[in-house]
């Protein structure tokens, strides 16, 4: 599994131009894109959650999880895009929509479990998102293999 984290001041995502989900935080949220490969399962997810919400990289070295801050998850299948030849990017190491969408929910709810905001954007739909990065703050998560 891979999380693009961005650290951002506000996030929306559409759908067919209606806003599905929203952060607007009173100073800082994140944004997570998570991409999904054929070896992951539920307890990747919930150990990646895990990991994004303790992780460090608010405001004066605090957390989500210490300023309650909120996350917008968005599926991504495109960062598991193979680049290597060519120039039409290969999408076989991401995980087919059926393994993919109960792993990205079981993700968003690992974060709620935790306790934090989440909302998201519709899996497989063509979404536009908007954001403000703060910083830049951007990190790749990395599930280990």
Known sequence: MRVLLQRVTSAQVHV?????GAISPATQGLVALVGVTHTDDAAVAAKL???????RILDDERSAADIGAPILVISQFTLYANTAK???????AAAPGPVAEPLVEA?????????????TGVF??????????????????????
């Open 16 to 20: 067919d131009g209606e806003v599905v």
């Open 49 to 55: 959650a895990e990991k994004l919400w303790r992780l």
């Open 86 to 92: 060519g120039r039409r990017p290969a999408w076989n």
């Open 107 to 119: 993700f968003a709810e690992a974060l709620r479990g935790l306790g934090a905001e989440v909302a």
């Open 124 to 145: 497989g739909a063509h979404m536009h998102v908007e954001l403000i990065n703060d910083g830049p703050v951007t990190l790749l998560l990395e599930s280990e293999r």
